[in-house]
């Protein structure tokens, strides 16, 4: 009798086996977060420090900031778009088919970089093919570990606000900024693309090596099997005004912190920052962004008022920031305020998914994944074009910071009035004050509604 029952468990582990879901030994899931995090550092840190490359790039293929700037804007344009193609891929694949050709997609659009004879051959190999593969390692990653960590809500959100990203972006830029100065931007790239392939190679043996199977998902808070969901009435919903609001909100946010990524070094070395100064800006920049995000993770149960009107109050600051950034030349003054300028980021990165399922409900997930998703593409499309033809036409970046600036003005007015509207002129939709539920409630629910999302939105 005993054997049978020894047998019986051998058998079910053996299937639990053949199923990312079924990872269940603690060290065994913490180990795959690890590799998991380690793949953000390394391929969606180098993304973020493109802007350390920004001013090579026009000097060696004596371009305008305009068009250099169509590296970013396409890279960071795939790295959020990236995520239909991503998904579809992994209906059909296992993620560690799908991490290995991220892996490999990535390593060889750097390759291809580094020998390009005009900027052409860069915009399409670095910004269409190394943006998607950054978009492959962070959406394989935040599958992982929502599956993982169902009902671990601290782990799930360590990944879905992209902290190892940050940290990479953090530790990452001193070290890309020697390197470029040592033996120049196509050597750099060289050898990134080597240590992307080795490490990655690494870390993505580490994912499921089977598709996943397709079951349902006991919640552990209600006791109840979640089966196929009725897709939301979207058309409907485009309707609503608020909708446009939060559209309005996210489109300019994302416009003006898009500077940060790709025009930012540049800017630092305008005003008469040193190679290693500017690179130093950018990390004190992660930095800040990194410090919010892990202060939101362990500080969210303690927050008490509703996560929408957190966020005008992080865009009015980085308003502010911005502003700053114009009124001096001063290298320690600029550290500090790129520490400043990276807190509210980082808490606007880590809450602008969860606000959105505060102002839609989180029976309209999709929704609020179309609405980030799509605004937060184009938002990374044309700011960097805008902000580099109106240095092209000044000479300068003050304009592109005071254009900044607007923009988040205006993302903050229009990201108070999304629930002041529902509140006044559609009630029946307001979900805010009735439905008040903390951050960590959230992020529960957050990794029940990713296994049914068709589409990803990556948040940086």
Same mark, same amino acid.
């Given at each position: 009798?005993?054997?049978?029952?020894?047998?019986?468990?051998?058998?079910?582990?053996?299937?639990?086996?053949?199923?990312?879901?079924?990872?269940?030994?603690?060290?065994?899931?913490?180990?795959?977060?690890?590799?998991?995090?380690?793949?953000?550092?390394?391929?969606?840190?180098?993304?973020?420090?493109?802007?350390?490359?920004?001013?090579?790039?026009?000097?060696?293929?004596?371009?305008?900031?305009?068009?250099?700037?169509?590296?970013?804007?396409?890279?960071?344009?795939?790295?959020?778009?990236?995520?239909?193609?991503?998904?579809?891929?992994?209906?059909?694949?296992?993620?560690?088919?799908?991490?290995?050709?991220?892996?490999?997609?990535?390593?060889?659009?750097?390759?291809?970089?580094?020998?390009?004879?005009?900027?052409?051959?860069?915009?399409?190999?670095?910004?269409?093919?190394?943006?998607?593969?950054?978009?492959?390692?962070?959406?394989?990653?935040?599958?992982?570990?929502?599956?993982?960590?169902?009902?671990?809500?601290?782990?799930?959100?360590?990944?879905?606000?992209?902290?190892?990203?940050?940290?990479?972006?953090?530790?990452?830029?001193?070290?890309?900024?020697?390197?470029?100065?040592?033996?120049?931007?196509?050597?750099?790239?060289?050898?990134?693309?080597?240590?992307?392939?080795?490490?990655?190679?690494?870390?993505?043996?580490?994912?499921?090596?089977?598709?996943?199977?397709?079951?349902?998902?006991?919640?552990?808070?209600?006791?109840?099997?979640?089966?196929?969901?009725?897709?939301?009435?979207?058309? /409907?919903?485009?309707?609503?005004?608020?909708?446009?609001?939060?559209?309005?909100?996210?489109?300019?946010?994302?416009?003006?912190?898009?500077? /940060?990524?790709?025009?930012?070094?540049?800017?630092?070395?305008?005003?008469?920052?040193?190679?290693?100064?500017?690179?130093?800006?950018?990390?004190?920049?992660?930095?800040?962004?990194?410090?919010?995000?892990?202060?939101?993770?362990?500080?969210?149960?303690?927050?008490?008022?509703?996560?929408?009107?957190?966020?005008?109050?992080?865009?009015?600051?980085?308003?502010?920031?911005?502003?700053?950034?114009?009124?001096?030349?001063?290298?320690?003054?600029?550290?500090?305020?790129?520490?400043?300028?990276?807190?509210?980021?980082?808490?606007?990165?880590?809450?602008?998914?969860?606000?959105?399922?505060?102002?839609?409900?989180?029976?309209?997930?999709?929704?609020?994944?179309?609405?980030?998703?799509?605004?937060?593409?184009?938002?990374?499309?044309?700011?960097?074009?805008?902000?580099?033809?109106?240095?092209?036409?000044?000479?300068?970046?003050?304009?592109?910071?005071?254009?900044?600036?607007?923009?988040?003005?205006?993302?903050?007015?229009?990201?108070?009035?999304?629930?002041?509207?529902?509140?006044?002129?559609?009630?029946?939709?307001?979900?805010?004050?009735?439905?008040?539920?903390?951050?960590?409630?959230?992020?529960?629910?957050?990794?029940?509604?990713?296994?049914?999302?068709?589409?990803?939105?990556?948040?940086?």
């Amino acid at each position: 009798m005993r054997c049978d029952h020894v047998h019986k468990q051998s058998e079910e582990a053996d299937k639990c086996l053949s199923c990312t879901c079924s990872c269940n030994l603690s060290h065994n899931r913490w180990i795959k977060t690890i590799f998991c995090a380690l793949l953000n550092f390394v391929h969606i840190g180098f993304l973020y420090n493109f802007g350390l490359f920004f001013d090579e790039l026009m000097q060696t293929f004596h371009s305008s900031a305009a068009i250099t700037g169509w590296i970013g804007s396409l890279s960071y344009c795939f790295f959020t778009f990236g995520s239909i193609l991503t998904t579809w891929m992994l209906r059909h694949l296992s993620y560690r088919t799908v991490g290995m050709i991220g892996v490999l997609t990535g390593s060889v659009s750097l390759l291809v970089s580094s020998f390009s004879p005009t900027i052409v051959y860069v915009i399409v190999s670095y910004g269409v093919f190394f943006g998607w593969s950054s978009n492959v390692a962070l959406v394989v990653t935040i599958e992982t570990q929502v599956i993982l960590y169902q009902d671990k809500w601290r782990a799930s959100a360590l990944t879905m606000v992209g902290l190892g990203a940050t940290i990479g972006n953090l530790s990452m830029s001193n070290l890309i900024e020697y390197v470029i100065q040592q033996i120049g931007w196509r050597w750099t790239f060289r050898i990134f693309a080597l240590i992307l392939l080795v490490v990655e190679t690494i870390c993505c043996s580490f994912l499921a090596s089977k598709k996943v199977c397709d079951h349902n998902i006991e919640d552990k808070d209600t006791k109840n099997k979640i089966t196929k969901r009725e897709p939301t009435a979207t058309r /409907h919903v485009i309707c609503w005004p608020e909708v446009w609001l939060f559209s309005i909100a996210t489109l300019s946010y994302c416009i003006a912190m898009v500077f /940060h990524y790709v025009n930012m070094g540049s800017f630092f070395e305008s005003i008469g920052l040193v190679d290693q100064m500017s690179a130093t800006g950018i990390m004190l920049m992660a930095l800040g962004d990194a410090s919010a995000k892990i202060l939101i993770i362990f500080a969210a149960p303690c927050i008490v008022i509703p996560l929408i009107y957190t966020l005008p109050v992080c865009i009015l600051v980085s308003a502010i920031m911005s502003l700053a950034l114009t009124w001096t030349r001063n290298p320690i003054v600029i550290f500090v305020l790129s520490f400043c300028t990276g807190l509210p980021r980082g808490v606007y990165n880590a809450l602008q998914f969860p606000s959105g399922l505060e102002i839609f409900g989180t029976n309209k997930s999709k929704t609020t994944v179309n609405v980030l998703h799509i605004w937060n593409g184009l938002g990374s499309l044309v700011g960097p074009f805008i902000f580099g033809s109106l240095y092209d036409a000044s000479g300068t970046y003050y304009l592109a910071l005071y254009l900044c600036s607007a923009l988040y003005v205006l993302s903050c007015i229009t990201m108070l009035l999304t629930p002041l509207y529902q509140k006044y002129f559609a009630p029946s939709r307001y979900l805010v004050d009735t439905k008040k539920k903390n951050v960590a409630e959230i992020y529960h629910n957050l990794a029940i509604e990713y296994v049914y999302l068709e589409e990803k939105i990556t948040v940086v």
